[in-house]
């Protein structure tokens, strides 16, 4: 082999090993999400593993970008797929009875209950990606106290879980709890819990919409490095947190007080008796006209 053709050989093997290694480099998305492991003890557990690591894959990287912009790494996620009997075995007691999922304090560790989703009617992806958002709150906020509205908000929004019939449902019932009872540990009765998550969203859903998509992510950044949340809610919106609390609740009482009022008996008894007066009385006005028209129709022929 002479000089020429050494120099080419040596720098094909250097290009292929370039390549190589620019193949196997994770990119700097991948690098700063939380990597996940999964556990799973059944052929149907192996295949939800499966849907949540595609999920994860695809789902990923927005939330990391719009929770943890300034986080440079995370630890990694232990996510255990079991059925119901591992679940509850596991977990008795630390969940009210209608919970399928469940993030550990420290974001370390979720665990879902597979097996019972068809039956309360979520899917698999969101409830994975509920739990990875408190994965990922747990782990920025460096274990600095969150209120519960601010983790469950955030979760519902990101998994995808709120509907237009959470809005009806919320309507209906008509009452929207305060903030301040909403920052500890969630009520457990279904309906007021129902509540809780669906005021907890348009809490968060405020949030943005008075300082921007990127608020949270500051809030969380602020959050690390700041004595309480609190503070770093203050430093990153400019405004305190009864202050935020009150507005809040003026926002709800004015966007959802009409609907309300419509939709409570007795008034919605009346309003439904004046639209079925007033339907009654139109169609009464068109059978006199009809008739006024036939009675002229046979004056004309005769």
């Known amino acids: 082999m002479n000089i020429l053709d050494r120099g080419l050989f040596l720098a094909t093997v250097i290009l292929v090993m ?45 939330l990391v970008s719009d929770l943890a912009p300034f986080t440079a790494s995370f630890d990694t996620v232990t996510c ?3 059925d119901t009997d591992s679940f509850t075995r596991n977990f008795s007691g630390r969940l009210p009875d209608w919970g399928v999922g469940v993030a550990m304090p420290g974001g370390r560790l979720v665990a879902i209950d597979y097996s019972r989703l068809p039956a309360i009617g979520r899917g698999i992806k969101e409830v994975f990606l509920h739990e990875m958002v408190h994965a990922i709150l747990f782990q920025v906020s460096a274990d600095t106290w969150l209120p519960t509205w601010f983790h469950e908000g955030c979760a519902m929004k990101f998994s995808g879980e709120w509907k237009f019939s959470d809005t009806v449902s919320l309507v209906l019932d008509g009452k929207v709890p ?7 540990r969630f009520p457990i ?25 990127h608020i949270l992510g500051e809030i969380l950044s602020e959050t690390a490095s700041s004595e309480t949340f609190s503070l770093a809610f203050k430093k990153s919106t400019g405004v305190g947190m009864s202050e935020f609390t009150d507005d809040f609740a003026s926002a709800m009482n004015l966007r959802l007080g009409w609907a309300v009022i419509l939709t409570r008996w007795p008034t919605l008894f009346v309003l439904m008796s004046l639209i079925f007066a007033t339907g009654a009385a139109r169609k009464m006005i068109q059978t006199r006209r009809r008739l006024a028209e036939m009675d002229d129709e046979e004056e004309s022929i005769d």
């Open 18 to 62: 370039m390549l190589s290694f620019l193949l196997y480099l994770p990119s700097a998305a991948q690098s700063a999400m939380p990597p996940v492991h999964f556990k799973f003890e059944s052929d149907a557990g192996l295949e939800m593993a499966r849907t949540c690591g595609e999920i994860w894959k695809s789902e990923g990287p927005t």
């Open 80 to 82: 255990f797929i079991l």
């Open 178 to 184: 305060s903030l301040d009872h909403l920052q500890g």
């Open 189 to 213: 009765p279904a309906g007021q819990a129902d509540r809780a998550y669906r005021t907890s969203l348009l809490a968060v859903n405020r949030l943005i919409d008075q300082y921007g998509s």
